[in-house]
Structures are given as C-alpha cells and as structure tokens.
C-alpha cells in the first residue's frame, strides 16, 4: 500500500490522530526539552500546515477519540508542571485553543455550511471489541506493552472501514509510536501508518 498522499485528493482523507502529534499542534519549538523534541515540534507543525489546509477545503476528516483528547491535556500539562517549559498564562492559553478547537456551539453542528475541525470517535462496544483483536496481535509479535489507547486508536480506523465503508487507502494514522505502526503492519487489516513528528518523515517525503 503506498504511502504517499495527494495533497489535492480526488476522494476524501481520513486522518485518525495521536495525543502526541495532536500537543504538538499547539506548541511551540522553543518549549522543547531537547534538541529531538524541538525537531518533532517543528516537523509536526509542517504537517499540520498541509492537513489544516485539507480540511479547510473540504478534502480531508481529522477523527481523535476521547482517551486521545485526554492525554492531549496531559502532554501539555507535563510541560508545564514536571517539564517547567511553560508559564502559568501558556499553558492556560493553550488549554484553552485545545478547549476551543475541539468544542461545539449548537450553531454550528445544525449550520448548513459547518466545517467541523476534529471528529469526535466514541469508544464504543465494536471498536474496543476491534481493539482486543489488536491485542492479539500485539503479543503474538512482542509487542505487550502497548497501550489500550494505542490499541483503540488501531481498531478505530477499521471501524471506519467495517462499519462507514471508508476504503483503506483513504485512511492514515497519525502518530509518534512505534509500536502502533508494527502492529498495524501485522494485521491483514491494518492501514497506513506514519510517524509525522518523525524529522526524517517530512511532508515533501509524503504529500505530492
């Protein structure tokens, strides 16, 4: 399955998207702990400026479930309280653009014309049944200590596809963890993975 994807697709892109890649959105490079994190930081940024872009135009959908969302809160929360990269009025502000971003007015959910930025994934009873099946796998190939968050974020894209009829080719996770895009290599119904904090994966080396 190739893993280049087209900036200006001719059918619509789902991206299902990480905690760590989801923080990364909002910071900056200098509130980095080391050299890497700063090159993840900065990396990331560049995919968010082509995907904020997609779905501006209507091209693509960014799905987060909750679990993902929580931890979003918690990465940013450890640069401030164990990391002290971050003041007391930044890590405020951004709570509050995550607050934003992801919350809805009524307005907007009954508009005509929304664009809604970040699709909410509930975990419901066939997505954590699709997740004990990725455990499965998990250990056949060593790969006990993934999370369930990791697992949940696996079986939600072949909920996508079992139960929307998204094809799989339409599908990327995106995400920092390795031990997601292995897994999802061993299964027969795993779909694209990438690494987007990655410095080496940089978006010349992917869109087109």
């Given at each position: 399955?190739s893993k280049k994807?087209r900036?200006?697709p001719?059918?619509?892109?789902?991206?299902?998207?990480?905690?760590?890649?989801?923080?990364?959105?909002y910071?900056?490079?200098?509130?980095?702990?080391n050299?890497?994190d700063?090159d993840?930081i900065?990396?990331?940024?560049?995919?968010?400026e082509v995907?904020?872009e997609q779905?501006?135009?209507k091209?693509a959908i960014?799905?987060i479930?909750d679990?993902?969302?929580?931890?979003?809160f918690?990465v940013?929360?450890?640069?401030?309280?164990r990391?002290?990269?971050?003041t007391s009025?930044?890590?405020?502000?951004i709570?509050?653009?995550?607050t934003k971003?992801?919350h809805?007015?009524t307005?907007?959910i009954?508009?005509?014309?929304?664009n809604?930025?970040?699709?909410?994934l509930?975990i419901d009873?066939?997505?954590?049944?699709?997740?004990?099946?990725?455990l499965e796998?998990?250990n056949?190939?060593?790969l006990?200590t993934?999370?369930?968050?990791d697992?949940?974020?696996?079986?939600?894209?072949?909920?996508?596809?079992?139960f929307?009829?998204i094809?799989?080719?339409?599908?990327f996770?995106?995400?920092?963890?390795?031990?997601?895009?292995?897994?999802?290599?061993?299964?027969?119904d795993?779909?694209?993975?990438?690494?987007?904090?990655?410095?080496?994966?940089?978006t010349e080396k992917?869109?087109y």
């Open positions: 399955m994807i900036i200006f001719n059918e619509m892109i789902y991206y299902i998207i990480d905690s760590n890649f989801f923080a990364n959105k910071l900056k490079p200098i509130e980095s702990s050299l890497l700063r993840r900065i990396n990331s940024l560049l995919w968010w995907i904020d779905v501006r135009r091209l960014l799905y479930n679990l993902c969302i929580s931890e979003t918690k940013i929360a450890k640069k401030y309280y990391e002290k990269l971050l009025n930044r890590y405020q502000k709570r509050n653009n995550i971003d992801i809805l007015e307005k907007e009954i508009s005509k014309y929304r809604i930025k970040y699709h909410n509930l009873r066939d997505i954590i049944i699709g997740a004990s099946r990725y796998i998990a056949r190939h060593k006990e993934m999370s369930i968050v697992l949940i974020i696996l079986s939600s894209a072949k909920h996508l596809v079992d929307f009829k094809k799989k080719e339409q599908i996770i995106l995400t920092g963890d390795r031990k997601i895009i292995d897994c999802s290599r061993f299964s027969k795993g779909t694209v993975v990438i690494d987007p904090l990655n410095p080496k994966n940089t992917y869109f």
